[in-house]
């Protein structure tokens, strides 16, 4: 839907848990609408899930051309306002966009867990150890399973093996 003039890319704030849909009516109105999505892990009713949200919640980018569809952005419905500096919207760098698109797949951004290293201290956050903090010893099969030393009560160290999930650093 480009005009006849260049488009910029422009930050868009959307109303709280609106991001999805605000995108999908920008679609009709701006030249693109790019939300970046995070997949992340949450805790949910005792369990770990895998979860999908907006990399910036309540943003998202929009690439139009400001001359002719600033009202028409400005005012579609979940927007909350652009983005501005002295009353003019900000004008997002290409490059900005692109490296964030460059690092998801599909529109998905996977952030790498931090590497844990020997000896570091660590608190496991779910199963039967939960809140208990522990002393990480090594990576099994990949980075998916985890042995981690637990103090014993009168004794000397146990090892433990959990998911990598169970921990946080």
């Not at 109303?15 to 999505?37: G, H, S, T």
């Not at 290409?94 to 290293?117: M, N, Q, T, Y």
């Not at 002393?135 to 103090?151: N, P, T």
Request: glycine content about 6%.
């Amino acid at each position: 839907m480009a005009g006849t003039e260049v488009c910029d890319w422009y930050l868009v704030r959307t109303k709280p848990q609106k991001e999805r849909w605000v995108k999908d009516q920008l679609n009709n109105v701006a030249a693109e609408a790019f939300l970046p999505l995070l997949r992340s892990r949450i805790r949910c009713f005792g369990r770990m899930m895998t979860v999908v949200k907006p990399l910036f919640p309540c943003y998202l980018f929009a690439r139009f051309n400001l001359k002719e569809r600033y009202f028409d952005v400005k005012y579609t419905a979940g927007v909350h306002s652009l983005v501005s500096v002295g009353g003019e919207p900000v004008v997002v760098p290409v490059s900005i966009v692109d490296e964030i698109k460059r690092r998801g797949v599909d529109g998905i951004v996977e952030l790498p867990r931090r590497k844990l290293d020997p000896g570091q201290k660590i608190r496991i956050v779910d199963g039967p150890f939960r809140d208990i903090e522990a002393i990480f010893d090594r990576y099994l099969s990949g980075s998916e399973r985890v042995a981690i030393l637990l103090d014993a009560i009168g004794a000397s160290t146990i090892r433990v093996v959990l998911p990598s999930s169970c921990l946080a650093q």
